[in-house]
């Protein structure tokens, strides 16, 4: 069995260990900056160790490190983590730029280590079923996506998710909504139309709009918000009929529509994190360096919509 460590004991790795937990891997150590942190964090998992980063780099027991850290670490952590030796999962957004994706995945090849971005949507249970069934709408012709939400902005004043590298509404949640429609879309995006964004005088966007084309004719309409409260959901709409997701990157539930029929899919799911664990593991065991669904050219894709969208902030 793979021995997993979760490096950043924040608040998002909860959630993280839930999902490591019900996967075929073993949570193995957590780590923190302070060990402390990392001591609470562990008592709740009986074989779960705690360290510093130091020591998670030098442990030879540790076979993929998950990096559950704040956007702002992501580079100099995989970076860190891959020059040890390690395979790394990144949360998502994994880097700003293109330019600094190529890199890491270049140091991964080098290392002979394996690198995924973090993004569970591809793995979920709900939609590793829907993409087999996904043919029975038609051909996709259009998709809309959207994750909003409605919190006080004024409140994040001064915090990280205001920083200008990897702030803003659209890289903490509109990476989902890119995420949905280029896995469903299954075709390189050819062009990507900023149609709106908004910052409300902050140095980040707080809502965007955008406007996916894709090489196979396929238009994406996504949309991310901190101050829209309506419901989420992803819409796959075929020839045939349509399929609709609400909460599209953790639901175990959908319908599929077609004519005058209705069909409510479920699926069982522990944990919304399993899947993309799971998919790292499969690859370990199969000698792969990339995920072929969260690949590189995955991560490339989604940063291509963030890059242009960082040209309206600079
Ligand atoms: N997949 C999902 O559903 C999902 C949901 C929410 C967030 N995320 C992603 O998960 C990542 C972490 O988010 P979070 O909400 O858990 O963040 P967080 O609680 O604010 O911070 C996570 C960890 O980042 C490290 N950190 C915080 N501030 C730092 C600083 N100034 N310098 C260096 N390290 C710092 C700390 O690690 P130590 O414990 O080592 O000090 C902290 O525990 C982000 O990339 C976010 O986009 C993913």
Redesign the pocket.
């Known amino acids: 069995m793979y021995n997993i460590a979760i ?7 909860p ?1 993280i260990a839930n999902g490591i937990i019900y996967s075929d891997g073993l949570l193995y150590a957590v ?4 060990k402390e ?2 001591k609470a964090f562990a008592l709740k998992y009986p074989t779960c160790k705690f360290m510093n ?1 130091e020591e998670l780099l030098a442990d030879e027991k540790v076979d993929l490190i998950y990096i ?7 580079y100099d952590l995989i970076k860190r983590c891959l020059n040890a030796g390690k395979n790394v999962i990144c ?3 994994m880097l700003p730029t293109q330019e600094k994706i190529k890199e890491v995945f270049a140091l991964a090849r080098e290392k002979g280590c394996f690198l995924m971005e ?1 993004h ?1 949507t591809c793995f979920t249970v709900l939609n590793t079923l829907l993409r087999t069934r996904v043919e029975e709408i038609g051909p996709i012709q259009r998709i809309e996506a959207k994750y909003c939400g409605d919190i006080d902005v004024s409140k994040l004043k001064g915090n ?1 998710s205001m920083e200008p590298t990897m702030g803003g509404a659209c ?2 949640i509109g990476v989902y909504p890119i995420c949905f429609a280029n896995l469903y879309a299954k075709s390189p995006l050819t062009n990507v139309e900023i149609v709106s964004t908004e910052s409300l005088g902050y140095p980040v966007d707080i809502e965007t709009v955008a406007k996916l084309t894709y090489e196979n004719g396929i238009v994406a309409d996504v949309k991310a918000s901190w101050r829209d409260p309506t419901v989420n959901k992803g819409i796959l709409y075929g020839e045939k009929g349509r399929i609709e997701i609400v909460n599209f ?2 639901n175990t539930e959908a319908t599929i529509y077609i004519g005058d029929t209705a069909e409510t899919v479920k699926v069982e799911q522990a944990s ?2 399993t899947g993309e664990v799971n998919e790292a593991l499969r690859c370990l065991k199969e000698g792969k360096l990339t995920s072929d669904i969260m690949s590189e050219e995955a991560s490339l894709e989604i940063c291509k919509v963030l890059e242009e969208l960082k040209k309206h902030y600079q």
Not at 7 to 13: D, P
Not at 68 to 74: F, K, L, V
Request: charged share 35%; proline share 3%; glycine share 6%.
């Open positions: 490096m950043g004991c924040g608040k998002i790795a959630r780590a923190s900056r302070d942190r990392a980063y559950a850290t704040i956007n702002e670490t992501h949360e998502k957004p973090a569970k990280i890289f903490d990157w953790k919304d994190f």
